[in-house]
Nanobody
Framework: QVELVESGGGLVQTGGSLRLSCTRP????????LAWFRQAPGKEREFVAA????????KYAESVKGRFTISRDNAKNTVSLQMDSLKPEDTAVYFC???????????????????WGQGTQVTVSS
Protein backbone atom coordinates (compact mmCIF):
# COMPACT_ATOMS: atom_id res chain seq x y z
CA GLN A 1 0.00 0.00 0.00
CA VAL A 2 1.43 3.33 -1.07
CA GLU A 3 1.34 5.75 1.81
CA LEU A 4 3.46 8.57 0.43
CA VAL A 5 3.64 9.91 -3.12
CA GLU A 6 6.67 11.78 -4.45
CA SER A 7 6.74 14.02 -7.51
CA GLY A 8 9.00 16.52 -9.22
CA GLY A 9 11.88 14.36 -10.38
CA GLY A 10 13.36 14.61 -13.83
CA LEU A 11 16.42 15.29 -15.96
CA VAL A 12 18.43 18.44 -15.38
CA GLN A 13 21.87 19.72 -16.35
CA THR A 14 24.68 20.27 -13.89
CA GLY A 15 24.05 23.46 -11.94
CA GLY A 16 20.31 23.28 -12.45
CA SER A 17 17.49 23.03 -9.94
CA LEU A 18 14.60 20.72 -9.17
CA ARG A 19 11.91 20.78 -6.51
CA LEU A 20 10.63 17.50 -5.16
CA SER A 21 7.35 17.20 -3.31
CA CYS A 22 5.83 14.45 -1.21
CA THR A 23 2.30 14.12 0.05
CA ARG A 24 0.24 11.56 1.93
CA PRO A 25 -3.06 11.04 0.13
CA UNK A 26 -5.91 10.78 2.59
CA UNK A 27 -3.66 11.30 5.57
CA UNK A 28 -1.88 13.91 7.61
CA UNK A 29 1.77 14.77 8.19
CA UNK A 30 1.27 16.79 11.33
CA UNK A 31 2.50 14.21 13.84
CA UNK A 32 5.38 12.93 11.73
CA UNK A 33 9.01 13.83 11.35
CA LEU A 34 9.78 13.79 7.64
CA ALA A 35 12.91 13.00 5.67
CA TRP A 36 14.31 12.52 2.19
CA PHE A 37 16.66 9.69 1.33
CA ARG A 38 18.22 8.71 -1.97
CA GLN A 39 19.68 5.65 -3.60
CA ALA A 40 22.00 5.72 -6.57
CA PRO A 41 22.55 2.69 -8.80
CA GLY A 42 24.78 0.13 -7.09
CA LYS A 43 24.87 2.10 -3.85
CA GLU A 44 23.13 1.89 -0.53
CA ARG A 45 20.32 4.22 0.43
CA GLU A 46 21.58 7.38 2.11
CA PHE A 47 20.08 10.18 4.16
CA VAL A 48 19.62 13.54 2.44
CA ALA A 49 17.55 15.87 4.64
CA ALA A 50 15.06 15.78 7.52
CA UNK A 51 12.62 18.15 9.19
CA UNK A 52 10.96 18.03 12.58
CA UNK A 53 7.21 17.86 13.18
CA UNK A 54 6.92 21.60 13.68
CA UNK A 55 9.38 22.47 10.94
CA UNK A 56 11.57 24.27 13.41
CA UNK A 57 14.54 21.92 13.09
CA UNK A 58 16.21 20.66 9.92
CA LYS A 59 19.20 18.43 9.28
CA TYR A 60 21.17 17.77 6.12
CA ALA A 61 23.78 15.39 4.84
CA GLU A 62 27.12 17.10 4.42
CA SER A 63 27.07 16.40 0.69
CA VAL A 64 23.95 18.54 0.15
CA LYS A 65 24.32 21.19 2.84
CA GLY A 66 24.02 24.67 1.36
CA ARG A 67 22.49 23.37 -1.87
CA PHE A 68 19.29 21.59 -0.75
CA THR A 69 16.47 22.97 1.40
CA ILE A 70 13.78 20.87 3.05
CA SER A 71 10.47 22.46 4.02
CA ARG A 72 7.01 21.36 5.03
CA ASP A 73 3.49 22.71 4.86
CA ASN A 74 1.38 20.88 7.42
CA ALA A 75 -1.81 22.53 6.18
CA LYS A 76 -1.23 21.00 2.75
CA ASN A 77 0.29 17.74 4.04
CA THR A 78 3.34 18.32 1.87
CA VAL A 79 7.08 18.11 2.37
CA SER A 80 9.35 19.57 -0.28
CA LEU A 81 13.02 19.36 -1.18
CA GLN A 82 14.41 22.29 -3.15
CA MET A 83 17.58 21.15 -4.88
CA ASP A 84 19.89 23.80 -6.32
CA SER A 85 23.36 23.65 -7.87
CA LEU A 86 22.78 20.04 -8.78
CA LYS A 87 25.74 17.79 -9.54
CA PRO A 88 25.96 14.50 -11.45
CA GLU A 89 26.60 12.73 -8.13
CA ASP A 90 23.13 13.79 -7.01
CA THR A 91 21.66 11.38 -9.56
CA ALA A 92 19.53 8.87 -7.68
CA VAL A 93 16.03 7.78 -6.85
CA TYR A 94 14.76 10.04 -4.10
CA PHE A 95 12.39 8.73 -1.44
CA CYS A 96 10.42 10.55 1.22
CA UNK A 97 9.77 8.93 4.57
CA UNK A 98 7.67 9.70 7.62
CA UNK A 99 7.83 8.55 11.20
CA UNK A 100 6.26 9.55 14.50
CA UNK A 101 9.65 9.44 16.22
CA UNK A 102 12.09 12.32 16.53
CA UNK A 103 14.06 13.86 13.70
CA UNK A 104 17.17 12.04 14.94
CA UNK A 105 15.44 8.68 14.96
CA UNK A 106 14.07 9.02 11.43
CA UNK A 107 17.65 9.51 10.25
CA UNK A 108 19.51 6.80 12.17
CA UNK A 109 17.02 3.92 11.90
CA UNK A 110 15.18 4.46 8.60
CA UNK A 111 14.19 0.81 8.27
CA UNK A 112 11.83 1.40 11.18
CA UNK A 113 10.17 4.46 9.67
CA UNK A 114 6.40 4.27 9.44
CA UNK A 115 5.91 5.22 5.80
CA TRP A 116 7.88 5.38 2.56
CA GLY A 117 7.09 6.55 -0.92
CA GLN A 118 7.92 4.68 -4.11
CA GLY A 119 10.55 7.19 -5.14
CA THR A 120 11.13 9.69 -7.92
CA GLN A 121 14.10 9.63 -10.29
CA VAL A 122 16.48 12.57 -10.40
CA THR A 123 19.10 12.56 -13.15
CA VAL A 124 21.76 15.25 -13.43
CA SER A 125 23.66 15.31 -16.71
CA SER A 126 27.23 16.54 -16.95
Amino acid sequence: QVELVESGGGLVQTGGSLRLSCTRPGGTFTVYSLAWFRQAPGKEREFVAAISRSGGETKYAESVKGRFTISRDNAKNTVSLQMDSLKPEDTAVYFCSADRASIDSIIVRPNQNDFWGQGTQVTVSS
